[in-house]
């Protein structure tokens, strides 16, 4: 069953964002998946009938294109995925924030 990613906006989600520079890669990457990326690109994938629901593939995806440009070993993306804030804006793309809204 296919994922689908938590657009609630928090408070938090407002100010650790702006601390990560607006020309790095972590934002350029966050607007690309933002424009281009969406949960029903990958619906064909599942199966809409059975099973519980996934991680957002969307999530999946931009952790795997991260993984693979800063060379992070499975262990290693995990823990940023969890304590580096650059990492989190750029799998949280759209889940929260649309780039308009920065």
């Given at each position: 069953?296919?994922?689908?990613?938590?657009?609630?906006?928090?408070?938090?989600?407002?100010?650790?964002?702006?601390?990560?520079?607006?020309?790095?890669?972590?934002?350029?990457?966050?607007?690309?998946?933002?424009?281009?990326?969406?949960?029903?690109?990958?619906?064909p994938?599942?199966?809409?009938?059975?099973?519980?629901?996934?991680?957002?593939?969307?999530?999946?995806?931009?952790?795997?294109?991260?993984?693979m440009?800063?060379?992070?070993?499975?262990?290693?993306?995990?823990?940023?995925?969890?304590?580096?804030?650059?990492?989190?804006?750029?799998?949280?793309?759209?889940?929260?924030?649309?780039?308009?809204?920065?």
């Amino acid at each position: 069953m296919l994922g689908r990613r938590n657009r609630q906006t928090t408070f938090d989600d407002v100010t650790w964002r702006q601390r990560i520079p607006k020309d790095s890669y972590w934002w350029r990457l966050h607007d690309w998946a933002v424009q281009n990326l969406d949960e029903s690109m990958f619906a064909p994938l599942f199966d809409a009938r059975t099973g519980r629901p996934s991680v957002s593939p969307v999530h999946t995806f931009l952790a795997l294109l991260i993984q693979m440009e800063k060379g992070y070993s499975d262990r290693e993306m995990e823990q940023e995925s969890r304590f580096d804030d650059r990492v989190k804006l750029a799998i949280l793309a759209g889940g929260t924030l649309r780039a308009s809204m920065r």
